[in-house]
Nanobody, 122 residues
């Protein structure tokens, strides 16, 4: 089970950190990721991190502004978001893939969270 938290309303240029707490399985066997979705659009990949933490991936629009990290002892993955713009508004979903990495490709996610809303006001 994946449970996101930390979403909310923030002004453009501000920062926000969302978290995802995992339960029900050996967390360090899962690559973790974040996706986001806005009304009328497909869910898009934001970032991912492998099981041990040193390897991360970002989409071009978030590279340099967002940082994904994980704490295996707490079974939690984080997404630190800086320099937010209105384009970052959406529902942010946590994702997990057993012994792999969630990516933009189809079929690369085994579990999804319920999502947390992030709204950036301009």
């Amino acid at each position: 089970q994946l449970v996101e938290s930390g979403g909310g309303l923030v002004q453009a240029g501000g920062s926000l950190r969302v978290s995802c707490a995992a339960s029900g399985g050996p967390f360090n066997n899962y690559g973790m990721g974040w996706f986001r979705q806005t009304p009328g659009k497909e869910r898009e990949f934001v970032a991912s991190i492998n099981w041990s933490g040193p390897t991360t991936y970002y989409t071009d629009s978030t590279q340099g502004r967002f940082t994904i990290s994980r704490d295996n002892a707490k079974a939690t993955v984080y997404l630190q978001m800086n320099s937010l713009t209105s384009e970052d508004t959406g529902v942010y979903y946590c994702a997990a893939r057993f012994r792999g990495l969630p990516t933009a490709g189809k079929g690369t996610v085994d579990y999804w969270g319920q999502g947390t809303q992030v709204t950036v006001s301009s």
